[in-house]
């Protein structure tokens, strides 16, 4: 029973009858009601605060199994979070290391161009080999992230569930290079598209060629040296390659970090 309900119910006890009640008003006694209830204060007060002590931690243990609850909810999902983040770098970074190493050979093939224009009398160079590096060059090996579960995290406002800052700042930046390295494979794709592209299907046979014998000057392209259109071409495909090749290894570094990150925190 409260002590509320305990106390209304003494004091109802101890009212007078109310048959009675002209008798004491015509012998000029007060009512007892006020005196009753100080009297009851009195003796009850240790029960009273002991039920409100017990309100109070009723209370406190509900709320503090609500927040346990809710923080043991919220370590699991950023478990979740972290192994799915963890899955997503590691597809990543083998696309990296594909575009990485693709991008090398376009490069070397790139810089073999240049030297025979930069040099014709002293390289020797087939046209199938002039043939194949211009095929070369014109790949576009493309870096593709991985970015669903960052995506997830953004849009569904559970970043707060990463409580590592380090961590935290990692993704973003890898994230952002990420996005940096998409536009400018963008860039890359239209100026292919529309500038190298329509020049070297036009003047070279993108095909492999036999009956040619190695180790000869070739002289079927006329005199490359000289065409200023094929060199800026390749100019162009190199040096928009060593820009993106660039920007593959800072995000293969930062990927490593945020790697290291992600298994430091599934360890914990």
């Keep these: 029973m409260s002590w509320l ?10 009212e007078p009858d109310p048959v009675d009640a002209p008798a004491a008003e ?34 406190s243990i509900t709320l503090a199994v609500e927040k346990w609850r809710d923080n043991s ?3 699991k999902l950023e478990k979740i979070y972290e192994k799915n983040l963890f899955t997503d ?11 990485i190493k693709s991008t090398q050979r376009i490069l070397d093939q790139g810089n073999e161009l240049l030297n025979y224009v930069n040099n014709p009398k002293g390289i020797i160079i087939t046209s199938n080999q002039i043939n194949a590096d211009v095929q070369h060059i014109l790949g576009r090996p493309k870096f593709t992230s991985s970015d669903a579960t960052f995506s997830d995290l953004k849009s569904s406002g559970n970043l707060h569930l990463l409580k590592d800052i380090q961590l935290k700042n990692s993704l973003f930046a890898y994230y952002g290079y990420a996005q940096n390295i ?6 890359e794709q239209l100026a292919t598209i529309n500038i190298s592209g ?11 060629t036999v ?8 002289n079927s392209f006329g005199d490359l040296s000289k065409n200023t259109e094929f060199r800026n071409n390749v100019l162009l495909r190199v040096d928009n390659r060593k820009e993106l090749l660039a920007l593959y290894q800072i995000a293969d570094s930062v990927s490593a970090q945020l790697r290291n990150a992600l298994l430091a925190n599934a360890n914990d």
């Design 5 to 14: 309900r305990l106390m209304e119910q003494i004091i109802k006890q101890n």
């Design 26 to 59: 015509v012998n000029n006694k007060p009512p007892l009601k006020k005196n009753k209830v100080l009297s009851l204060i009195k003796e009850m007060w240790p029960a009273y605060l002991i039920e409100v002590l017990v309100i109070i931690l009723g209370i």
């Design 73 to 75: 909810k919220e370590e």
């Design 89 to 99: 770098v590691e597809t990543d970074r083998k696309s990296l290391d594909f575009a």
């Design 182 to 187: 998409k536009e400018l494979q963008e860039a």
């Design 198 to 208: 329509p020049y070297f299907i036009k003047s070279f046979a993108l095909e492999d």
């Design 211 to 218: 009956n040619e014998q190695a180790n000869t000057r070739t």
